[in-house]
């Protein structure tokens, strides 16, 4: 059984920068590939970023390609999101997750999900 802490999060002013972190415990997290989700209000959980179990293959939502990036440091069992020029509407909560295998966009093919950290973007 894999947990999953966020942290991170908080209130940042629109333009600004946050980098989110997901630690990981109770596995072999370099077996995992880890996935980073957001809910924003009122609305589904929705695919922000994902990285492979080495590291190799990055894949990211469209609304976030070329503000944000993942990377991973399988020695401290970790995950990192930095996010730049964030906007209003990245206001969500963020949450990471981890499946076995191969890199997902899918909320439904991650089995393990940590508790979330705010964000929230003020114009």
């Known amino acids: 059984q894999v947990q999953l802490v966020e942290s991170g999060g908080g209130l940042v002013q629109a333009g600004g920068s946050l980098r989110l972190s997901c630690a990981a415990s109770g596995g072999t997290f370099s077996s995992y590939a880890m996935g980073w989700f957001r809910r924003r209000p009122g609305k589904e959980r929705e695919f922000v970023a994902a990285v492979s179990r080495a590291g190799g293959t990055l894949s990211y939502a469209t609304s976030v390609k070329g503000r944000s990036t993942i990377s991973r440091d399988n020695a401290k069992n970790t995950v990192f999101l930095q996010m730049n020029s964030l906007k209003v509407e990245d206001t969500a909560v963020y949450y990471c997750?981890?499946?076995?295998?191969?890199?997902?966009?899918?909320?439904?093919?991650?089995?393990?999900w940590g508790q979330g950290t705010q964000v929230t973007v003020s114009s």
């Open positions: 997750a981890a499946k076995s295998m191969g890199v997902s966009t899918t909320v439904t093919s991650y089995d393990y």
